[in-house]
């Protein structure tokens, strides 16, 4: 329903700090970056409302990678710092029309994914 792309991934040393980016095409009320290592289930890591700005964090991540959206250029921004080798993860961005945008149900478009990898 929403066309998204991320970029940015890559191999990184822990502690080490990484960047994606995503640009979606059109926008919804509830925007999000999410996660999946291998054999795991997909979780989300961070998620922000287009109406209010209102964001939420994974505990997990809390501290370390902050989520920014500009409306204007139709983007969105993961900065990731002091990466831990339990961030490997394949990264999607993803899109939805619900309104507790911190539930993964509110979510039903998604990006091809990019890969992070964070060595010991």
């Known amino acids: 329903q929403v066309q998204l792309h991320e970029s940015g991934g890559g191999t990184v040393q822990a502690g080490e700090s990484r960047r994606l980016s995503c640009s979606f095409s059109?926008?919804?009320?509830?925007m999000g970056w999410f996660r999946q290592a291998p054999g795991k289930e997909r979780e989300g890591v961070a998620t922000i409302s287009g109406a209010g700005g209102r964001t939420f964090y994974a505990d997990s991540v809390k501290g370390r990678f902050t989520l920014s959206r500009d409306a204007v250029k139709d983007t969105m921004t993961l900065q990731m710092d002091n990466l831990l080798p339990e961030d490997t993860a394949i990264y999607y961005c993803?899109?939805?029309?619900?309104?507790?945008?911190?539930?993964?149900?509110?979510?039903?478009?998604w990006g091809q994914g990019t890969q992070v990898t964070v060595s010991s």
């Open positions: 993803a899109a939805g029309s619900g309104t507790e945008c911190y539930n993964t149900a509110s979510y039903n478009s």
């Open positions: 059109p926008s919804r009320y509830c």
